[in-house]
């Protein structure tokens, strides 16, 4: 029996090992998130960076190791657990806008806030909001197979977004984004996290967008590797 995380992590995982099908992911990754952080994970393709977020956002069961959300154990919970966990508790953007698509745009948004209980006409007022703050106000009414990638994406991460969970999963989040577009949506997710002080954990193999975390943890083949020499001359 272990001592439970520390009192200021958000997350504490120790020594998580995952397994895809035999095919090892993550071989013992230990790492605390504080609360109000937003920590990067960067590493090259195929480094573990999704399979670590997918261990912290209770989507994957870890095969060893232990997951913390404040002093609740994750690891222990069973696939319902899990689900209530994500729903209640953490908001996810993924490298694809997987949004409902016979929803419009605001629908969309609205969605996890009333999953949580919010009135119709609150709902729809913050989707609204958040569609403005991600520049697809605009988008309000149209449903995904009427937008482009880039639009789509951008409602994405309002849906992550509007409900304030207290921690966002953010998993390559820009990567169907214009060159242009990358910062702005990242600059726009960061200010969100900041000013409503949300815990923001995003995977990126770009370590150009990991400049806007406040600390980086680097994965090479799985396991925590000392911090990229480039971000390290550059100070961060
Ligand atoms: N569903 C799966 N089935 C089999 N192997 C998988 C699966 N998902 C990931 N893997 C393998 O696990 C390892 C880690 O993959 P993971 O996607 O976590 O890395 P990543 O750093 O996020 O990569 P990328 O930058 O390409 O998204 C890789 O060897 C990958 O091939």
Redesign the pocket.
């Known amino acids: 029996m272990s001592a439970a995380p520390p009192d200021n992590d958000v997350l504490w995982a120790r020594g998580i090992v995952?397994?895809?099908?035999?095919?090892?992911?993550?071989r013992g990754v230990s790492l605390g998130v504080r609360e109000g952080e937003m920590l990067a994970?960067t590493?090259?393709?195929?480094?573990?960076?999704?399979?670590?977020?997918?261990c912290l956002s209770a989507q994957l069961p870890v095969d060893e190791g232990e997951v913390w959300f404040h002093s609740a154990p994750v690891h222990t919970l069973g696939r319902a657990g899990r689900e209530k966990l994500r729903r209640e508790r953490f908001g996810y953007v993924g490298?694809e806008p997987h949004l409902v698509p016979e929803l419009t745009a605001r629908e969309n948004v609205a969605l996890p806030l009333l999953l949580a209980g919010a009135g119709h006409r609150a709902a729809y007022r913050a989707a609204g909001e958040w569609l403005e703050r991600l520049d697809v106000a605009d988008c309000a009414k149209l449903r995904p197979a009427d937008l482009q990638q880039d639009r789509r994406q951008r409602i994405a991460v309002a849906r992550a977004l509007a409900a304030e969970p207290p921690v966002v999963f953010a998993?390559?989040p820009t990567a169907p984004l214009h060159r242009d577009a990358r910062e702005q949506v990242l600059r726009i997710l960061a200010s969100a996290a900041r000013s409503h002080g949300l815990t923001l954990v995003l995977?990126?193999?770009d370590p150009a967008l990991a400049r806007f975390a406040d600390r980086t943890v680097h994965?090479v083949d799985?396991r925590i590797a000392p911090e990229p020499a480039a971000a390290v001359a550059a100070g961060h």
């Open positions: 995952k397994s895809h099908h035999g095919t090892p992911a993550l994970v590493g090259p393709r195929g480094s573990g960076k999704s399979t670590l977020l997918g490298p998993d390559d995977a990126t193999h994965l799985g």
